[in-house]
């Protein structure tokens, strides 16, 4: 598959042999795909030895599994068009959520133009093979694929509008089965009501979100049916501390009265699990995924901005310090900032999701701040941070020069993030970072980042100290005591032969996509084609 249609030299996917090749069966199995946004392999395994997530215990124990770590040059937005398309960040284009308009220091929203690369599912359309898509993330309606799509139903995010193939399908959908109940969004339905509404809108959505998937199902003759449910991502960013009893937000008391709030959703998607694996039958091949994992929200993006300065400052930048970005932000500190944190959520609630971006967009940016320093800090991000390089010739303002100067500039700025620690613990405050490249190669990485930092998540962040410039301390005032880690999990369970021995022992989130197409054109995977990218925890059934 090709890359990207706007690049002719673009690198392409594993491309499988046809139907009528050299070791193809002679009648391939249904190959049925269901997503699990978000949710975390950890959790699952944990709560499934305990005995409270029965359905997902037996395939654990049944089927070829593998939890693997995803590349440090992805983040959370990365991760689904690496599975779609099997392409690394730099390849799909995808970044992140509030993305810098490349030749400026302004920031905008991510949309769906921004992505490059072909899914992997458009191969078996053209191959003639019937196709079932509902809200499969960062994807888009294609009417030549033919069969039944939806696009919007219920996402935590999508970046195009609400669309479906045939045209009044997904208005069908809603007559019969009803809306999605987390409206507009997650954030809006926790500010009105707390955990209890967004619990009870999460479970309803679940079970929503099955019959149609099981309708689906039934309504067309299929050859690759592809499902997502995204009630765990929402979940897991804002019940994490109602459920983890390490988090400094934890309530024991309110914990023994009411559940764990996380484990219903959980559970919800164990039973929903096993009606789906039940109706697309034994004798279809399924796959499983989840994109990546969740955590408690331990970060220090909230003091990086200062310590980024300070080093600046060190290396003789004049830049003065952090302050307000632009006219927008101010404009919102003097009106609507005063107002009751209740009305801001009442007027919010009324504005469109892609306008509540640009304005979130235009406060966090500091064009004159950034023009004036070496490198500054990208906002906006989900539990990481990264940096940006004013280079000269990429930024128009840029005062590094690519080449030397840039690798000494990063160099450095590298060696001091390694020294930090977390206050008095000693304990390092970052777990990992990604370089993107050296030199003058620098001049063609798009709107990546130059560094990407991953914070120890070991415990709260609230204090960094360092030799060289001192100690920064504040409290994080994130609303979500839940993010990201950067791990996924792939479950296989074969139709041709079930008591085969297979494995998935180093499998990437690169080759889920040339995996998937293998299984649905073979029938079969090809574990000597998987790019082991990851430390790899495999379970490789009937070995």
């Known amino acids: 598959l090709r890359a990207c249609h706007k690049c002719d030299d673009a690198p392409t996917m594993l491309s499988p ?35 409270r997530l029965p359905t997902f215990a037996r395939l654990l ?31 799909h284009n995808a970044y992140f959520g509030t993305r810098l308009v490349e030749g400026t220091y302004t ?15 458009r191969e078996l359309a053209a191959r003639g093979r019937r196709l079932v898509l509902m809200d499969v993330p960062f994807s888009q309606i294609d009417a030549d694929c033919g069969g039944l799509q939806i696009v919007g139903w219920g996402q935590h995010e999508r970046l195009g509008k609400r669309a479906c193939w045939p045209p009044r399908l997904l208005t069908q959908i809603e007559r019969d089965f009803g809306r999605y109940p987390v409206i507009p969004s997650v ?107 969740m955590g408690p929200n331990y970060n220090g993006d909230h003091l990086f901005p200062e310590l980024l300065a300070r080093f600046n400052r060190a290396r ?64 906006g991000l989900d539990g990481f941070s990264a940096v940006r390089v004013n280079l000269a010739g990429r930024e128009p303002g840029g005062i590094i020069s690519a080449g030397q100067e840039y690798d000494s500039y990063v160099d450095a700025l590298q060696d001091e993030i390694e020294s930090w620690t977390v206050g008095q613990t000693g304990r390092p405050a970052v777990a990992r970072i990604h370089r993107a490249t050296r030199g003058a190669q620098a001049m063609r990485i798009g709107v990546a980042p130059d560094l990407m930092l991953w914070w120890n998540k070991a415990g709260p962040i609230e204090e960094i100290r360092s030799c060289a ?10 609303e979500r005591s839940g ?47 998987y790019s082991q990218n990851g430390p790899t925890n495999d379970h490789a059934f009937g070995a």
């Not at 920031?107 to 599912?121: N, S, V």
């Not at 023994?256 to 697309?280: I, N, T």
């Not at 410039?469 to 994130?478: M, Q, T, W």
């Open 187 to 293: 954030e809006d339905t926790w500010a009105r009501g707390g955990p209890d509404e967004l619990v009870d809108a999460l479970l309803l959505g679940i079970e929503r979100r099955t019959r149609i998937l099981h309708h689906l199902a039934n309504a067309s003759a299929w050859d690759f049916f592809y499902g997502v449910f995204h009630e765990a991502h929402g979940a897991g960013h804002h019940l994490w501390h109602l459920s983890d009893a390490t988090h400094p937000c934890f309530n024991a008391k309110a914990h023994a009265r009411r559940g764990d709030p996380l484990l219903r959703v959980y559970r919800a998607l164990d039973v929903a699990l096993h009606s789906l694996a039940e109706r697309l039958g034994e004798d279809s091949t399924l796959a499983i995924i989840f994109s990546h994992g």
């Open 17 to 51: 042999p046809t139907e009528n090749s050299p070791g193809s069966t002679a009648k391939l199995p249904r190959l049925a795909v269901l997503g699990f946004d978000a949710m975390d392999a950890t959790l699952v395994r944990r709560w499934a030895a305990a005995g």
């Open 469 to 478: 410039l001192g100690i920064v301390r504040g409290v994080s005032d994130a």
């Open 107 to 121: 920031l905008r929203p991510r949309c769906q133009a921004d992505l490059c690369g072909t899914p992997f599912w």
């Open 316 to 379: 003789g930048g004049v830049a003065p310090g952090i302050g307000p970005s632009s006219r927008v932000n101010r404009a919102w500190a003097s009106t609507i900032g005063r107002l009751p944190l209740t009305a801001r959520h009442d007027m919010r609630r009324l504005l469109p999701q892609q306008v509540r971006r640009w304005l979130s967009n235009k406060r966090q940016q500091h064009p004159r701040l950034w023009r004036n320093e070496f490198a500054f800090a990208l906002p």
């Open 61 to 91: 124990d049944t089927c070829a599994w593998t939890q693997f770590d995803l590349p440090p040059d992805h983040s959370s937005g990365m991760v689904w068009p690496s599975i779609n398309t099997g392409l690394a960040p730099a390849d």
């Open 483 to 529: 993010e990201h880690v950067m791990h996924s999990f792939v479950m296989l369970r074969r139709s041709d032969q079930p008591g085969a021995p297979h494995s998935l022992s180093g499998m990437g989130i690169r080759d889920i996509a040339p995996t998937l197409l293998l299984l649905a054109t073979t029938g079969k995977p090809d574990p000597q084609n």
